[in-house]
């Protein structure tokens, strides 16, 4: 098993620019979450995914969207990127009625 | 508001040591409490996870304690080795809820 995998590990971007973040795993798990982690600031929770087809807001969602069309991949889509946007993004999974979450590896945005 | 507070400055230990780590909270019922640990440029890695009913819970050279009249957990790592310097998060959890709420961690850094 892969676990949680992240795609792309890195990107610029110039601030306006769109881009998608993917997020896949193989553990057949209910939930998904994305977060972004800046320093000392700790980990944010930005959207969130209850299930197939559902998404939800977390603490931080303005300037992101995010689609669950398949159970096993999570994206979350910067539509005009802004510097503010710069940060390490993570995704993690877990199942329904356990506790424990798995991150995949991070992706680091850098907005120009 | 509901607070979590890690202490932000490293913990710097000697080899051999025990490692004691601390997670305060306020405004928070938590119905549970976990610890990550986290090496730069990955994810967080589970570690271990703590009801509100119990009061110590151990794996291998980790221990974790959740005093919920202290509103504290504390986690100690025992004959501590330079393989155990990473970053230790602590996340809560109401009853229920399946967003955990972080903290921001406090860096280990264990010297030979």
């Known amino acids: 098993n892969a676990g949680v995998t992240q795609t792309p590990k890195f990107r610029v971007l110039k601030t306006g620019q769109s881009m998608t973040l993917l997020c896949a795993q193989d553990?057949?798990?209910?939930?998904m979450y994305w977060y972004r982690q800046d320093p000392g600031m700790g980990l944010r929770l930005i959207h969130y995914?209850?299930?197939?087809?559902?998404?939800a807001k977390g603490e931080v969602p303005d300037g992101y969207n995010v689609s669950r069309l398949k159970k096993q991949n999570f994206l979350l889509g910067l539509e005009s990127a802004a510097p503010s946007q710069t940060s390490v993004y993570f995704c993690a999974s877990k199942n329904s009625g356990l506790e424990t979450q798995y991150f995949g590896p991070g992706t680091r945005l850098l907005v120009l | 508001s509901q607070k979590i507070e890690q202490n932000s400055e490293a913990l710097n230990i000697q080899e051999g040591k025990t490692a004691t780590l601390t997670c305060n909270y306020t405004n928070y019922s938590p119905a549970y409490l976990q610890w990550y640990r986290q090496d730069p440029g990955r994810g967080p890695v589970f570690l271990l996870l703590i009801r509100e009913n119990e009061k110590e819970k151990r794996k291998e050279r980790l221990k974790v304690t959740f005093d919920t009249t202290l509103k504290q957990s504390l986690f100690h790592i025992t004959a501590s080795q330079p393989a155990d310097s990473a970053t230790y998060l602590c996340a809560l959890a109401s009853g229920g809820s399946y967003i955990p709420t972080f903290g921001r961690g406090t860096s280990l850094i264990v010297h030979p």
């Open positions: 995914s209850v299930g197939e087809g559902t998404t």
């Open positions: 553990m057949n798990h209910e939930y």
